[in-house]
């Protein structure tokens, strides 16, 4: 990837909520709709400072001048997206039926997400980062768009969408470089990290567990039952995070070990009863979705396939069907 080329596209991109234009009126929506419509932009608002939270963690992990920069752009790009997401809860929020707050859920799930990343390895942070910005990117921003159907939301989810691509593009380029050789050379040199270090890590991931399934279970999930009654688009999201687990025919590194454990697990004839309903809480994802949802074709052709190419793949989701 050209990195001076992508740090020019991530400051010409910048762009500001006032850029739009909310002097409009919402199409008209019944109590249901407008409470939902509401519900699920506060909520977005807070996954989307969620995200910024993460690549302030992204930022910190790597030392390519390069790549720093553009992480602090994201960062703010997040932020952008987060007021976006708060302008259009308030923009859609036209009889003031209730109330509106975060899930509580998302709120009890965003701090400790973020402190279980900040204790991960640098891949496996990176993994949870592609995958949540896969789901919210292909599955849940582009669902609640359609859903809405106002022109409101889909002037902002552009600007929003345009950001989005940029990020796709570095998560899936950070992949490449953890499955590199490269990097590999890096982590031997590095120390082991401590005892209580370790424990800590495990705490802190534990507790993420914990909190996960209903953030997931109440954030995406429920929401999508309505939103993609069939599953189709998260089904999407989540095979391409599988795909890219599986990419490298190694496993060397943890967080493909780690995926590649569960679904082995999750798909044994004997463990599956037993365990299915521990590898579910592990992976923090509902039953559908850890099993295996990829071909033996479309395993050989990502494997065959560029980072770039998988990246550019799975931007291409957002815009057809
Ligand atoms: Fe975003
Ligand atoms: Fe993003």
């Known amino acids: 990837m050209d990195l001076d080329r992508m740090l020019a596209q991530c400051r010409r991109d910048q762009w500001n909520v006032s850029d739009l234009d909310w002097s409009g009126k919402p199409r008209p929506m019944s109590r249901e709709e407008e409470e939902q419509v509401v519900q699920l932009f506060t909520d977005m608002a807070g996954i989307e400072r969620l995200a910024s939270a993460l690549f302030r963690e992204q930022e910190r992990r790597v030392e390519e001048p390069r790549l720093k920069e553009i992480f602090r752009t994201f960062i703010r790009d997040e932020i952008r997206h987060a007021q976006a997401a708060q302008m259009l809860a308030d923009y859609y929020d036209v009889h003031h039926y209730r109330h509106y707050q975060e899930s509580k859920s998302l709120r009890e799930f965003a701090p400790v997400f973020v402190a279980a990343i900040h204790h991960l390895s640098d891949d496996v942070a990176n993994a949870y980062v592609v995958t949540g910005e896969l789901l919210l990117d292909i599955a849940l921003l582009r669902s609640i768009d359609d859903h809405v159907g106002d022109a409101m939301s889909g002037a902002a989810m552009r600007l929003i969408n345009r950001d989005e691509s940029r990020h796709i593009a570095i998560d899936y380029h950070m992949c490449a470089y953890y499955a590199s050789d490269e990097y590999e050379e890096k982590l031997q040199k590095q120390t082991a990290p401590s005892l209580s270090e370790r424990a800590q890590a495990a705490r802190t991931f534990s507790q993420m567990l914990y909190y996960a399934q209903p953030f997931i279970r109440d954030v995406f999930l429920k929401p999508m039952?309505?939103?993609?009654?069939?599953?189709?688009?998260?089904?999407?999201?989540?095979?391409?995070?599988?795909?890219?687990?599986?990419?490298?025919?190694?496993?060397?590194?943890?967080?493909?070990?780690?995926?590649?454990?569960?679904?082995?697990?999750?798909?044994?004839?004997?463990?599956?009863?037993?365990?299915?309903?521990?590898?579910?809480?592990?992976?923090?994802?509902?039953?559908?979705?850890?099993?295996?949802?990829?071909?033996?074709?479309?395993?050989?052709?990502?494997?065959?396939?560029?980072?770039?190419?998988?990246?550019?793949?799975?931007?291409?989701?957002?815009?057809?069907?």
């Open 225 to 321: 039952e309505k939103l993609d009654p069939r599953g189709r688009r998260l089904r999407e999201a989540f095979k391409r995070s599988q795909l890219l687990g599986m990419k490298e025919r190694s496993s060397r590194r943890p967080f493909t070990r780690f995926t590649r454990a569960l679904q082995v697990g999750f798909e044994h004839p004997v463990l599956k009863p037993v365990l299915g309903n521990v590898f579910v809480r592990l992976s923090g994802v509902g039953p559908d979705f850890l099993a295996r949802l990829y071909s033996e074709e479309e395993l050989a052709r990502a494997r065959r396939m560029s980072y770039e190419a998988l990246a550019d793949e799975a931007l291409g989701a957002k815009t057809e069907n």
